[in-house]
T-cell receptor, first 113, second 112 residues
Framework: DAGVTQSPTHLIKTRGQQVTLRCSPKSGHDTVSWYQQALGQGPQFIFQYYEEEERQRGNFPDRFSGHQFPNYSSELNVNALLLGDSALYLC????????????FGQGTRLTVV | DQQVKQNSPSLSVQEGRISILNCDYTNSMFDYFLWYKKYPAEGPTFLISISSIKDKNEDGRFTVFLNKSAKHLSLHIVPSQPGDSAVYFCAASDTSYDKVIFGPGTSLSVIP
């Protein structure tokens, strides 16, 4: 079992560009959540996908969007990148609700210059 | 507005002694609490959880205590080992909204 895999591991983008991050959940998991972790802070909830629909959303602007595919894998898209979007982006998969432990990927380190 | 707080950014403990990591929350709707451990260059790993209907949950060297009236929980690690050195995140969820809120983390160093 490969666990949760994210790609790419590192990425450098320029202000104003768009970026797509990818996540494959742990085998058997149907729910994917995305988090942004800035330096020295805890992960901040962006949104959660279940059955190919956005189920919950945190306090992030519409520039942040996502998608879940029938195989439960997911993408996070960020448009019009700002310097402040530089962070570690974590994907977590789980089975069902938030009352179950989530398994995290190693994250994608995004740097916006 | 930080709903989950971990007021100690760092903690140092001698090997073999007890490590106590604290967490406070403000949202009384939270009904499920989790602790995650994170090593550098890795994603967080689930450690232990507790439901609001309990006040204690134990798993080996790890015990989590919940005080709902004080909106406070703590993670006890006994005995502490050097491999426990990591950042520990407290997290809370309100199952009616089904999202998990993380605290800022406490960096634990266990000194051999």
């Amino acid at each position: 079992d490969a666990g949760v895999t994210q790609s790419p591991t590192h990425l450098i983008k320029t202000r104003g560009q768009q970026v797509t991050l990818r996540c494959s959940p742990k085998s058997g998991h149907d729910t994917v959540s995305w988090y942004q972790q800035a330096l020295g802070q805890g992960p901040q909830f962006i949104f959660q996908y279940y059955e190919e629909e956005e189920r919950q959303r945190g306090n992030f602007p519409d520039r942040f969007s996502g998608h879940q595919f029938p195989n439960y894998s997911s993408e996070l898209n960020v448009n019009a990148l700002l310097l402040g979007d530089s962070a570690l982006y974590l994907c977590a998969s789980s089975l069902g609700s938030a009352n179950t432990e989530a398994f995290f990927g190693q994250g994608t380190r995004l740097t916006v210059v | 507005d930080q709903q989950v707080k971990q007021n100690s950014p760092s903690l140092s403990v001698q090997e073999g002694r007890i490590s106590i990591l604290n967490c406070d929350y403000t949202n009384s709707m939270f009904d499920y609490f989790l602790w995650y451990k994170k090593y550098p260059a890795e994603g967080p790993t689930f450690l232990i959880s507790i439901s609001s209907i309990k006040d204690k949950n134990e798993d080996g060297r790890f015990t989590v205590f919940l005080n709902k009236s004080a909106k406070h929980l703590s993670l006890h690690i006994v005995p502490s080992q050097p491999g426990d050195s990591a950042v520990y995140f407290c997290a809370a969820s309100d199952t009616s909204y089904d999202k998990v809120i993380f605290g800022p983390g406490t960096s634990l160093s266990v000194i051999p």
